[in-house]
């Protein structure tokens, strides 16, 4: 249990431990969270993290497990599985992925041969590592043929295009779902594509699962998606980990592929700590959240834009912006990410559509509004955040500015305390 006589005897007996602790609670407290994929958990589920369920070993599903002692481990994965598929429309979940990649390649491994062809979004232009990268295991395994956004075109997607493609690679999965892309996706003609070529069809929301929870963007479950995988950390606010949703008929390939296909033990710490989330998630409180999170990004963008900010595709439909540093203040991402650092708000770097430069000195960063929502901000804070980033970019290198925006960054994020953390 995280409790105040676990807290002293960390103190106590691994003082190097608790001092990085404390400061780390220090960090997230002082400054503002704008990586589109984080966020601040609920206090319940660093409560059930820290839980003795980290010692137990629960290889199995409920009522069907390999050592014994799993009362309340069952309870916990029912719960999770049960809440899951309410909230998403799933017609079963499986809540034991230790987080995103590994749950992307329980998918894969569970329904492709090695060779076997797959349409995924070209890295630059959103897609994950997961979804073949050429870096990646996932990139090597299986013949990738990667499609392309249209980045003056609002990111849409070309579908003729696509069509074709998939009618002259006849893939045995498409792939949709993406991690630096700004817009929503339309389902219904990925859907149709495939059934055209008789594909598969996989959506990694993994940073919108708590938008779709939300009921604020389009659930892919509702478009007869086979594969929708999410991770739990980002917009659902849950524990890092990762789920799969599918139909009845894959039900048994996708348990197998989980374990013992891929993995051994699930982490039922995590399986406590995602119940609670997607339990919180269920309530209508969280529609909300999920609204602000949009209207946040909205403001967001509009600032930054009015204030001369370039964002890639001119916006966002979801609660996250890629800005090209280099066209808007002649700064790559690397510089962009370390200026924003020195005023206590946390972006990172990030590649844009056919980046000319390298992975770590990018043209871009990424930002996303889920944590500073969940802190509680709203309006006046985007609109103020939106002029902290533009004044830090165009004066990077004058330091007494950027002392001056750091105080003033820190002295709004005083008002707004972390979940979780003492003030
Ligand atoms: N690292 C996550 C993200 O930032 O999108 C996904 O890999």
Redo the contacts with the bound molecule.
């Keep these: 249990m995280r409790s105040p006589s676990g807290r002293s005897l960390l103190e106590a007996n691994d003082p190097e431990i608790h001092a990085a602790l404390v400061g780390e609670e220090a960090r997230q407290s002082a400054g503002i969270e704008l990586?589109?994929?984080e966020n601040y958990t609920y206090p319940e589920v660093l409560v059930a993290l820290g839980s003795v369920f980290t010692n137990k070993y629960s290889e199995g599903y409920p009522g069907r497990r390999y050592y014994g002692g799993q009362e309340y481990t069952d309870v916990i994965e029912r719960l999770a599985r049960n809440r899951a598929r309410k909230l998403f429309g799933a017609e079963h979940a499986n809540v034991q992925p230790l987080s995103?990649?590994p749950m992307n390649a329980a998918v894969y491994l569970s329904m492709l041969e090695p060779g076997d062809t797959v349409l995924g979004m070209d890295l630059s232009h959103g897609g994950?590592?997961t979804h073949g990268a050429p870096v990646s295991h996932m990139g090597t395994l299986y013949n990738w043929i990667r499609y392309k956004s249209e980045p003056d075109n609002q990111g849409r997607i070309d579908f003729d295009a696509l069509r074709e493609t998939a009618r002259q690679h006849r893939p045995k999965m498409i792939v949709c779902g993406y991690?630096?892309y700004p817009r929503d996706y339309d389902y219904a003609e990925f859907k149709a594509i495939a059934d055209e070529v008789g594909a598969l069809t996989m959506a990694d929301v993994?940073?919108i699962g708590g938008l779709i929870a939300g009921g604020v963007m389009r659930n892919p479950c509702d478009y007869g998606f086979d594969f929708v995988t999410t991770?739990t950390h980002?917009s659902l606010r849950g524990p890092r980990g990762g789920m799969i949703l599918t139909k009845k008929a894959f039900r048994r390939d996708i348990d197998r592929s989980v374990f013992p296909g891929l993995q051994g033990g699930p982490h039922m710490n995590q399986v406590a700590g995602t119940a609670i989330a997607l339990g919180k998630a269920l309530e209508p409180a969280f529609a909300d959240y999920a609204q602000r999170v949009l209207d946040n990004a909205q403001t967001l963008a509009s600032a930054l834009m009015q204030g001369g900010a370039n964002l890639v595709t001119g916006g966002t439909d979801n609660h996250m912006m890629v800005l090209d540093c280099v066209q808007s203040f002649g700064i790559d991402g690397r510089v962009a990410e370390e200026t924003l650092d020195s005023i206590s708000i946390t972006t990172?770097k990030q590649v844009i559509p056919d980046d000319p430069n390298p992975p770590l000195r990018p043209s871009g960063i990424r930002l996303g509004t889920p944590a500073a929502t969940t802190r509680g901000m709203g309006d006046a804070e985007m609109a103020r955040l939106a002029g902290w980033i533009i004044d830090a970019l165009r004066n990077h290198e004058d330091s007494a500015a950027l002392a001056r925006l750091k105080g003033e960054v820190e002295e709004t994020c005083s008002g707004f305390p972390v979940p979780g953390v003492e003030p």
């Design positions: 990586i589109p994929s995103g990649a994950h590592l991690s630096s993994s940073h991770t980002k990172n």
